[in-house]
């Protein structure tokens, strides 16, 4: 057999921002995530929904670091690529960014089968902050777009089982301690992406696990899914059963016809086959299937209201078009996460490809029938039987060593490799791939102690794990091991020894600012506010002091504490302290919108209701607005009483009376 599959590198030219520096300062406060549901909601839940949502939510970003150093100037940058291709399809992949398929070209008709975005314009949608928009994007970790989106993942040619070649992308994820692989790979003639995925709990405690391959297509779709019912999911807070495709007299599987943000959640029949189709009025476009494990299927749209199209022009270039998301994860609802036992692995197989469904998609009838007749389609071109076998043909080669890396991800696994001895077939975590960030705990593995840092800067980051706590609490009792300790026992919510810890650290420490900042939030947790503020002007202070030089990492750290500083001043109504440390900030950082809006809030704290009109007036952008955040728009409402400007208006829910 002629195989004629290949793998090659290439770089695409995109308008980007820069990423920017990630924030030094340890997300301490807890989780502030949208996709919660209201109490009321549960009871009237299925039980197994009700306990996977109940199981382990994600509470805190640690041991991930907040990426905010983005913004919004965009300038041509060269990215690195990987393209997978055979004579009928091209995936175009970027390992530096979580692995994105950022294209998939079906080559006969060279028609683009996905969203493809003509930037890269990170925004605060991931977990730990920066995302960006289009293509399909693997989610893993908890709840949420991952902490990976703009991470660099393991890449390397691997065997596939037609024997030509897999391209095999694979990582340590943090927030669950869990290493995953998401295998690629075309088979000869195929007009479907077969996409092989295995996440493993190499640990002797359960572990909770979430996944969610999301997939970027034009919002002038039709979307389809063998299922009658779904669960609506709202910026309301609210899970409710809604008939599919229509309810309130509106047909919803048309993504322009839903008026705000919201998911849809299918209810697929357990004996049904697994798909999920995005059509043009043609009836051409892209089918998503999987093998049962990938139990769940989902349309997020963005909404026709002024708020969702602002966020359509906010992640692109305005009148580039729209688009909406079909998903498939492995449970039904985003909301939940399964337990992945001890020492075991979960797997599946996904594949993407072309439909033409014309004939069906038009027909008159029933939402049955529809369905009925392109899963017919999607049978003729893929059937199900062929998905299994081809599953079944791929688990063997999911254990066999890669050849020729082509990326290299983080050394956060080579870490935990190295602690543990961990054989994990398939996805090495080889020791040359430690780092600087993985140096220090590498040597307290080795040694027994942290050692203390040949330069005064900002601290590292902390791991947080109980194999990692244990080795601080028995490590020598040094300022820099306290500091640490006490993140990790603040991560464990003994919340009182981690303020011992802190405390102790202060008596001989010779940076300060890190451990005032740890106590400050502390004192906010308990409600100390006033306490919080004096030790977050200490800390600010202490930092202006002690900072090196105006680099990356000291200004970022100045930004954080000092935004930290005037948000914890303003709240106890120390106005004339916030206008201290807003004075003492870079100049280039108050420039930033971020800092605008905080500058407004100053101004008007100050009485100057006419210099934040101004500043208003003059314009802003908040590069790191939060997904569902309403902070522009509370501010504006304390100024005037005349409508939200639409460049101000990124509302996602309906105005509650």
């Known amino acids: 057999m002629v195989i004629v599959t290949t793998i090659r590198r290439e770089v695409l030219t995109l308008p980007t921002a820069e990423l920017g520096p990630d924030n030094p300062l340890p997300p301490l406060s807890p989780l502030d995530e949208a996709h919660r549901i209201d109490d009321r909601d549960r009871e009237a839940l299925p039980r197994d929904m009700a306990r996977q949502i109940g199981y382990e939510p994600l509470r805190s970003l640690l041991p991930t670091r907040v990426r905010d150093g983005y913004d919004r100037d965009r300038a041509p940058r060269r990215i690195d690529a990987l393209v997978i291709e055979n004579d009928r399809l091209r995936a175009t992949v970027l390992p530096a960014l979580g692995g994105r398929i950022a294209s998939l070209v079906h080559k006969p008709t060279d028609r683009e089968l996905l969203y493809r975005n003509p930037v890269l314009q990170p925004a605060n949608f991931a977990l730990n902050g920066a ?58 003639g195929s007009d479907f992406l077969h996409v092989g995925v295995r996440i493993r709990n190499p640990h002797e405690k359960p572990a909770p696990t979430y996944w ?50 919201a998911d849809y959640f299918y209810e697929i029949p357990d004996a049904r086959r697994r798909w999920i189709a995005a059509l043009d009025e043609d009836g051409h476009g892209l089918v998503h299937t999987s093998t049962d494990a990938l139990r769940g299927r989902k349309l997020f749209v963005w909404g026709t209201g002024s708020g969702g199209r602002r966020w359509q022009e906010w992640l692109t270039e305005p009148g580039t078009g729209g688009y909406c998301e079909i998903q498939a994860g492995l449970a039904r609802t985003q909301l939940e996460h399964i337990r992945l036992d001890p020492e075991s692995e979960v797997s599946w197989l996904e594949a993407y490809g072309p439909l033409d469904a014309e004939a069906d998609v038009d027909a008159e009838g029933e939402w049955p029938a529809v369905v009925d007749g392109v899963e017919a389609r999607l049978e003729t071109a893929l059937p199900r039987a062929d998905l299994d076998a081809a599953y079944a043909a791929w688990k063997p080669y999911a254990d066999t060593e890669p050849g020729e890396i082509l990326a290299t991800g983080s050394g956060w696994g080579a870490l935990e490799v190295l602690r543990t ?66 993140v990790a026992q603040w991560h464990a919510d003994d919340r009182a020894q981690a303020v011992r810890s802190w405390e102790r650290a202060i008596e001989l420490a010779p940076s300060l600012w890190p451990l005032l900042r740890c106590l400050a939030v502390a004192d906010q947790e308990s409600g100390n506010h006033e306490r919080a503020a004096d030790r977050y002007t200490e800390a600010f ?9 105006a680099g990356e990492s000291w200004t970022a750290a100045t930004a954080a504490l000092g935004r930290e500083a005037v948000e914890a001043l303003l709240r106890v109504r120390r106005v004339a302290d916030a206008r201290a440390v807003w004075e003492m900030l870079h100049p280039a950082t108050r420039e930033r919108g971020r800092f605008l809006l905080l500058q407004a809030e100053l101004l008007l704290a100050e009485g100057r209701r006419d210099d934040a009109w101004a500043v208003f007036a003059d314009g802003f952008e908040v590069a790191d607005l939060r997904e569902g955040a309403e902070s522009i728009g509370r501010l504006w409402t304390r100024l005037t009483d005349e409508p939200l400007p639409t460049r101000y208006d990124f509302r996602m829910r309906p105005e509650t009376p």
């Open 131 to 188: 995302w960006f928009s289009g293509g399909i994007e693997w989610n893993i970790g908890a709840t949420g777009h991952t902490s990976l989106s703009c991470a660099p993942l393991h890449a390397a040619r691997v065997p596939a089982p037609d024997g030509g070649e897999m391209l095999r992308l694979w990582e340590w994820e943090r927030l669950r301690d869990l290493p995953f692989q998401v295998d690629l790979w075309l088979p000869d």
């Open 541 to 549: 202070a202490d930092l202006c002091h002690e900072r090196r030089d």
């Open 212 to 261: 969610w391959s999301n997939i970027a297509v034009p919002e002038q779709r039709r979307v389809l899914a063998p299922a009658s019912e779904a669960w609506h999911f709202g910026y309301e807070r609210r899970l409710r059963r809604v008939p599919v495709p229509s309810y309130d007299g509106v047909d919803r599987s048309h993504p322009l016809n839903s008026p705000y943000a």
């Open 421 to 486: 001895d961990w054989k994990l077939p398939g996805t090495p975590f080889d020791e040359s791939t430690l780092g600087e960030a993985q140096a220090p705990w590498a040597a307290l593995l080795r040694s027994g102690a942290l050692p203390e840092p040949r330069r005064v800067r900002p601290p590292g980051e902390t791991l947080v794990a109980p194999h990692w706590r244990d080795m601080l609490e028995t490590a020598p009792a040094t300022p820099l091991t306290e500091y640490h300790l006490g």
